[in-house]
């Protein structure tokens, strides 16, 4: 298993010549399990990339396993009819429950230029999927190989530190996504501008209310332009007048983006800002394609409304 990351000479590998064959392939199969990822210079492929290879994570029960479902014998009032399987919940001998397989040998791959949505139901795979990509999570098996900074707007809260004050915390928060501190110095000013925090930037955050430090953890994470961003659902902040403010800058944001990973249940969003989809069903791909072909094909089958899909 390994996630590799960072900066400009980060190794990565590309599939031209796979990807080229897939490209006359119908156009809803999922990829392959492919072959191993070679390691390629930044400098080969001209740009950022992402390519995944046989990603499996499973979340397991450390403490006990979870009772088995009981049977008719057992208790007569509770019992009903076996539950349907799911490949996801891995049971122990007995039938009781002692991991989730959230993710299961997920490959694909990402290039310059790419927007790519990620759709599926509630406990599809989608978050932590992302949560894989930005490095959250290492999984079990496979590996990840990204070439070009990452930036993610997944747990933005995470990371600030109460008792440091507001421009402190800029400094943190800055060097922890990787930017050097001449970026983080020339990016403060329009930080602390964009945040309207004025001199309670001189103050603990500790002393903020949770709309304060939202505002700040905002301003931090979309003041650097990004090469890959990864975005959980869409990020705004604050009352009304900031976030008619906010909703401005995450549409330059993401507009400077040179790959993008997205999950959303909005369809207009997708559409907005994705060309390709790939369907996350029980943590599996089960398509990758055009994005409006995907999303009607995912509604088509899920009965979700094109208005919220």
Not at 55 to 77: I, K, Q, W
Not at 137 to 147: H, K, N, Q, W, Y
Not at 221 to 234: G, R, S
Request: with cysteine.
């Amino acid at each position: 298993m390994a996630t590799v990351q960072g900066g400009d000479q980060m190794t990565h590998s590309t599939r031209a010549a796979q990807k080229e064959a897939d490209e006359s392939a119908a156009p809803f199969l999922a990829d392959g399990a492919g072959e191993p990822v070679p390691a390629v210079s930044a400098e080969q492929t001209g740009g950022p990339s992402i390519a995944v290879r046989n990603v499996s994570l499973v979340f397991p029960l450390y403490e006990r396993a979870l009772p088995a479902a009981p049977t008719r014998e057992d208790d007569d009032d509770h019992a009903g009819p076996p539950p349907a399987e799911d490949e996801r919940i891995l049971l122990s001998p007995d039938g009781g429950i002692i991991g989730v397989r959230a993710v299961h040998d997920v490959s694909f791959d990402i290039g310059k230029g790419e927007r790519v949505a990620l759709i599926g139901k509630n406990g599809a795979g989608k978050t932590t999927l992302l949560q894989i990509l930005a490095g959250i999570l290492t999984p079990d098996e496979g590996e990840v190989r990204t070439c070009g900074r990452t930036t993610n707007l997944i747990r933005i809260n995470l990371g600030m530190r109460g008792e440091a004050s507001g421009h402190r915390n800029i400094t943190l928060l800055g060097l922890a996504a990787g930017h050097a501190r001449e970026e983080i110095e020339a990016k403060r000013e329009q930080i602390a501008a964009f945040s309207e925090l004025g001199r309670f930037l001189d103050m603990p955050v500790e002393t903020y209310s949770a709309g304060m430090r939202m505002r700040l953890n905002f301003a931090i994470a979309t003041a650097f332009e990004p090469e890959i961003l990864i975005l959980d659902e869409w990020l705004s902040a604050g009352d009304a007048a900031f976030r008619k403010k906010a909703t401005e800058r995450m549409q330059e944001f993401v507009g400077t983006a040179n790959i993008l990973i997205f999950a959303s249940h909005s369809r207009r969003m997708l559409l907005d800002n994705c060309t390709r989809g790939i369907w996350l069903e029980r943590g599996r791909i089960r398509a990758d394609g055009d994005i409006e072909d995907l999303l009607d094909a995912y509604e088509a089958e899920s009965g979700a409304s094109r208005s919220s899909a």
